[in-house]
C-alpha cells in the first residue's frame, strides 16, 4: 500500500469510497509479495497491482463488489489444472489477496492509517484476515507510542486478544516486517491450523531504507540512479566540496560534504538491518576509517570497490586497526556481481545486483540453470525452514 498511499490519501481527503486488495499470503512462484496492493476508487479508477497482470482483472471486480457491499473477502487464487485459461496465476503459485472496502470518516484505524503512510510516519496496520465474521477487516493501525481503532465492538472479542494484536503489530513495526499473526480469542499465539483462532495480516510501513554512498566519482552517479530506481532514499558522501556537489548527482536525496567516518558516526540513529553502504571512494585515507566503523555496525550490505590488489592492500590494513576475520568478512570487495562490467552503468547493475542477491538470498546463477523455485528470499525460506521444525519436531 505505501506505493500507493499518495493517491489513496487523495481519495481519502476527498471523501471518495474505495476497495484495497492486498496480498496477504503466497505459496511456490507466486508474482508479488505480501503487502502489495491494488486499488479500486467508487468511480472505477485503479491503481498499483497485486499479480504483475494474471489476476487484475478478477482482483479488480472484487473491489468493485466490496465498494458496493462493504463487505470485505478474502480470495484464493492458483493456478487451475482443469482450465489453464481459467483466472489464475500461470506461473503455478497460489496468492491469497484481502479485499477491504473504505468509506473515509467510518474507520478510526484506517482513516489513521492511511494518513501516518502517506506522511512517511512508521506505522503497521493489523487487519483481520480469518476468524470471526463480525471481526473479519477489523482494523488497528499502530505506531510506537500510541494505537487507532478498536476489536472490543465484536461480542467475541476480549481485550487481551486486542492487546495482544497490538503488541504483535508494534514488534513487527519494529522490525520493518509484514506477516501474519494468528491469536486465539483470549490473546495467546496460535498455529495457523488451530481452531477458534483470529488471524491477522500487519503491515509495517516503515521509511524507506537507506543506500549511503561514498566517493563522489562517476561511477556514483549511476549507483544513485539505480538506488532510486530499487526505492532506497539515496544520499551521497564525499569530503571534496569541488566533487560533491546537487548539480553532479541530481538524483540523490541528498548530498554531503564531509568525511565519510565523521558523517557515518551522525547517522547512528537512522540506519538499520536494511540500510546499505557502497564505499566508491578507493582511497585508503576515506576507506579505512569508514569502513572500520561500517563492518561493525548491524547494517544490511557493505560493499566497496576497488581492485583484487587494492582489496588485499585493504584488508591487511583493517586487519591493523583491529578487525576480527569475522569482521571483514561482511566485506562485499571488489563490489558487485562479475557480469564482465565496463561503463559505470554497467557496474551500477553489477553492485545493484549483488545488493538484491545479498538481500533475498539469491544464488547469482542464471535462473536457466536452476530446477528451484524462482522466488527464494531469506524470510521465506527461513519461514519454510521453521514449519519444517515444527512438523518434524511433531
Known amino acids: 500500500m505505501q506505493d500507493i498511499a499518495e493517491q489513496l490519501q487523495a481519495w481519502h481527503a476527498s471523501g471518495r469510497s474505495f476497495a484495497v486488495a492486498t496480498v496477504v499470503g503466497v505459496s511456490g512462484s507466486a508474482p508479488r509479495d505480501p503487502g502489495a496492493a491494488l486499488a479500486v476508487d467508487a468511480a472505477g479508477e485503479a491503481i498499483g497491482s497485486v499479480s504483475g497482470g494474471c489476476v487484475e482483472g478478477a482482483v479488480y471486480e472484487l473491489c468493485e463488489q466490496a465498494i458496493a457491499s462493504g463487505t470485505p473477502v ?8 482443469e482450465d489453464a485459461f481459467a483466472v489464475g496465476l500461470t506461473c503455478g503459485g497460489i496468492l491469497d489477496v484481502f479485499v477491504q472496502p473504505i468509506v473515509p470518516g467510518t474507520d478510526p484505524a484506517l482513516d489513521a492509517g492511511i494518513t501516518y503512510i502517506a506522511s512517511g510516519t512508521p506505522v503497521a496496520l493489523a487487519r483481520v484476515i480469518a476468524g470471526p465474521p463480525a471481526l473479519l477487516g477489523a ?15 465484536a461480542p467475541t472479542t476480549t481485550g487481551s486478544l486486542e492487546r495482544a494484536a497490538v503488541a504483535e503489530a508494534r514488534a513487527m513495526l519494529d522490525a520493518g516486517r509484514t506477516g501474519r499473526v494468528v491469536l486465539g480469542l483470549d490473546g495467546r499465539p496460535c498455529d ?4 477458534g483462532t483470529v488471524t491477522f495480516f500487519v503491515e509495517a510501513y516503515v521509511p524507506a531504507p537507506r543506500m549511503l554512498v561514498f566517493g563522489a566519482i562517476d561511477f556514483a552517479a549511476a549507483v544513485v540512479r539505480i538506488g532510486k530506481f530499487l526505492g532506497y532514499r539515496v544520499t551521497v558522501c564525499d569530503a571534496r566540496p569541488v566533487f560533491a556537489t546537487e548539480r553532479r548527482f541530481p538524483d540523490a536525496d541528498e548530498v554531503v560534504v564531509d568525511w565519510p567516518h565523521r558523517y557515518l558516526d551522525s547517522q547512528l540513529e537512522k540506519i538499520d538491518g536494511r540500510t546499505v553502504l557502497c564505499v566508491l571512494t578507493h582511497d585508503a585515507k576515506f576507506d579505512i576509517p569508514l569502513l572500520e566503523r561500517a563492518l561493525r555496525l548491524p547494517v544490511g550490505y557493505v560493499g566497496a570497490m576497488g581492485s583484487r590488489r587494492t582489496h588485499r592492500d585493504r584488508n591487511a590494513r583493517l586487519r591493523e586497526v583491529g578487525l576480527t576475520e569475522a ?20 557496474t551500477a547493475v ?27 528470499d531469506l524470510a521465506r525460506s527461513a519461514g519454510a525452514e521453521a514449519a519444517e521444525a515444527r512438523s518434524t519436531a511433531a
Open 192 to 195: 495457523d491450523d488451530e481452531q
Open 327 to 346: 569482521e571483514i568478512g561482511q566485506l562485499r570487495s571488489p563490489i558487485g556481481l562479475d557480469l564482465g562490467a565496463r561503463t559505470p552503468e554497467e
Open 139 to 153: 482494523t488497528v493501525a499502530v505506531t510506537a507510542d500510541t494505537h487507532h481503532g478498536s476489536l472490543s465492538p
Open 350 to 376: 553489477s553492485v545493484a545486483a549483488e545488493i538484491v542477491a545479498h538481500r533475498r538470498g539469491g544464488s547469482c546463477l542464471p535462473l536457466s540453470a536452476g530446477q528451484g523455485p524462482i522466488h527464494h
Open 74 to 81: 478474502l480470495e484464493r487464487f492458483g493456478y487451475s489444472d
